[in-house]
C-alpha cells in the first residue's frame, strides 16, 4: 500500500505482514513486522491490509509511534474485529473493501460512515484528536468540564465499557489544557499505569 501527498508524491508505503497461504503458495512474502506509520500533513496514518486484521497486536507498534488513524484495504469485509480493533487501540480506521462494507469506523469501535448500494464512497470530518478516558477516578469530572467549556467540547459516555471522550471543537483549546486543568488521564496511560503496577507485585 502506498501513500502518497496533495502532490501526488509517495510519502509512505505499507507491507502486509500476514498474507494468507495460498498468497505464500503463489510466492507473496510477509512485509516486516514493527512498520512505522507515516507522516502527513494532519498526523501519522498507520495501516493494515486484508488478513492482516486477524494479528491485531502488530498493529500496536503503529499505534505507539503515534497512529492515531489506520487504513485498512482488504477484499474481506472483517466485520466485527474492525470495531474490536478500534475500540481496543482507541484509533480511527478507514476501511476500503471489496464489497458493500467500506467506510469509517471512530475511536470507539463506532460506524461514522458506511457505503451501500447506492453510494460507493463515502466522507467524514473527523477530529483525530478526540481523546478518550477511562470513568474510574475522573468521571465526576465531566460536570466541571462541561460547566466551564459549555459548547466548547463535545463529551460522549459509553457506560458499559465505563468511557467517556471529549472532543474539543474550539481551535483556542486544546485536550492537552483540558488534561492538565483537571487533572485527567487517558485511558491508555491509566492502563498502561495499572500494568506496571500489577507487574511491579507480580
Given amino acids: 500500500?502506498?501513500?502518497?501527498?496533495?502532490?501526488?508524491?509517495?510519502?509512505?508505503?505499507?507491507?502486509?505482514?500476514?498474507?494468507?497461504?495460498?498468497?505464500?503458495?503463489?510466492?507473496?512474502?510477509?512485509?516486516?513486522?514493527?512498520?512505522?506509520?507515516?507522516?502527513?500533513?494532519?498526523?501519522?496514518?498507520?495501516?493494515?491490509?486484508?488478513?492482516?486484521?486477524?494479528?491485531?497486536?502488530?498493529l500496536r507498534y503503529q499505534i505507539e509511534n503515534g497512529a492515531k488513524l489506520l487504513v485498512f484495504s482488504s477484499a474481506?469485509?472483517?466485520?466485527?474485529?474492525?470495531?474490536?480493533?478500534?475500540?481496543?487501540?482507541?484509533?480511527?480506521?478507514?476501511?476500503?473493501?471489496?464489497?458493500?462494507?467500506?467506510?469509517?469506523?471512530d475511536n470507539t469501535g463506532r460506524w461514522l460512515k458506511r457505503t451501500d448500494r447506492f453510494s460507493y464512497w463515502v466522507w467524514e470530518?473527523?477530529?483525530?484528536?478526540?481523546?478518550?478516558?477511562?470513568?474510574?477516578?475522573?468521571?465526576?469530572?465531566?460536570?466541571?468540564i462541561i460547566g466551564k467549556y459549555g459548547d466548547k467540547v463535545k463529551i460522549e459516555t459509553f457506560g458499559d465499557e465505563a468511557l467517556f471522550t471529549i472532543e474539543v471543537l474550539d481551535k483556542k483549546l486544546s485536550i492537552e489544557k483540558i488534561k492538565k486543568e483537571f487533572n485527567l488521564i487517558t485511558y491508555k496511560e491509566y492502563i498502561k499505569r495499572a500494568t506496571e503496577k500489577q507487574d511491579k507485585i507480580r
Fill in 1 to 58: 500500500m502506498f501513500f502518497v501527498n496533495r502532490k501526488g508524491e509517495m510519502v509512505g508505503k505499507y507491507d502486509k505482514i500476514h498474507p494468507t497461504e495460498g498468497e505464500i503458495e503463489k510466492g507473496i512474502h510477509p512485509g516486516e513486522k514493527n512498520q512505522m506509520p507515516v507522516e502527513t500533513e494532519f498526523g501519522k496514518i498507520g495501516a493494515f491490509i486484508c488478513f492482516d486484521a486477524n494479528w491485531h497486536n502488530d
Fill in 76 to 105: 474481506y469485509p472483517a466485520g466485527k474485529i474492525l470495531n474490536s480493533i478500534s475500540l481496543l487501540y482507541q484509533t480511527f480506521i478507514v476501511a476500503s473493501i471489496w464489497s458493500l462494507k467500506s467506510g469509517i469506523i
Fill in 125 to 144: 470530518d473527523i477530529n483525530i484528536e478526540r481523546t478518550i478516558f477511562h470513568w474510574d477516578y475522573q468521571g465526576e469530572k465531566i460536570k466541571n
